[in-house]
């Protein structure tokens, strides 16, 4: 079964620290992918990134940056210099890869609900 | 904005009534899902759509049910409401089947009295 941790429930951080947020995933599925969402006050979830288990890559847009580790089952996502609008819920996510057009659900984990103080 | 579009926003209703949410995909888009985020389920994945079949079954109840049309716009039907229901409901939609991001809409609350 497919599972996704994320450990830290809540952070709360002064303006222009970096924090990192802790995604680790469970999974017997050697292709899959793993995604971060962003649920800020108003509500909606927001697509941040999506990686595929082939791609190791650590990526960087910006202040935002994710590092995809397979051999500890982690994702975790890191901002840089902190701002007040990062402020949110952060969730990680996983899905399998079906060959051929099948289902893919997405497996959330509880979030992490991050905090910038001025 | 996603592109995603949920009506209505907020929907207040009470126990053993039945509603429909609605859901419209973003241009383009073929696969239409349908999650619940509740507090102490947290968000839960419930049906998927491909272009208007059911592709996957989640922790959905037997009193709910969905379909997606063939303009590819889906209806979420929950009925019988129980008061453990109320809860934010999102649509999310993505261009194919396997591996592809989902965008979500901006969600409808559903609260039970």
């Known amino acids: 079964a497919q599972k996704v941790t994320q450990a830290q429930t809540e952070i709360s951080v002064v303006e222009k620290e970096d924090v990192t947020l802790d995604c680790v995933y469970e999974?017997?599925?050697?292709?899959?992918?793993l995604f971060w969402y962003k649920q800020p006050p108003s509500g909606e979830l927001v697509f941040l990134i999506r990686?595929?288990?082939?791609?190791?890559q650590n990526e960087i847009s910006g202040r935002y940056s994710w590092n995809f580790q397979k051999s500890t089952s982690s994702f975790n996502f890191t901002i840089t210099a902190s701002q007040v609008v990062d402020s949110a819920v952060y969730f990680c996510?996983?899905?399998?890869?079906?060959?051929?057009?099948?289902?893919?659900?997405?497996?959330f984990g509880q979030g992490t609900r991050l905090t910038i103080n001025p | 904005d996603s592109g995603v579009t949920q009506t209505p926003k907020h929907l207040i209703t009470a126990t053993g009534q039945r509603v429909t949410l609605r859901c419209s995909p973003r241009?383009?888009?073929?696969?239409v899902y349908w999650y619940q985020q509740s507090l102490d389920q947290g968000l839960q994945f419930l049906i998927q759509?491909?272009?208007?079949?059911?592709?996957a079954k989640g922790n959905i109840l037997e009193r709910f049910s969905a379909q997606q049309f063939p303009d590819l716009h889906s209806e979420l039907n929950l009925s019988s409401l129980e008061l453990g229901d109320s809860a934010l409901y999102f649509c999310?939609?993505?261009?194919?089947?396997?591996?592809?991001?989902?965008?979500f809409g901006p969600g409808t609350r559903l609260t039970v009295t």
């Open positions: 999974t017997r599925d050697t292709t899959y992918y």
């Open positions: 999310a939609s993505s261009i194919g089947t396997s591996g592809y991001e989902q965008y």
């Open positions: 759509y491909y272009n208007g079949e059911e592709r």
């Open positions: 241009s383009g888009d073929l696969s």
């Open positions: 996510a996983l899905s399998e890869a079906r060959r051929g057009g099948g289902a893919q659900k997405l497996v």
């Open positions: 990686r595929n288990s082939f791609d190791e």
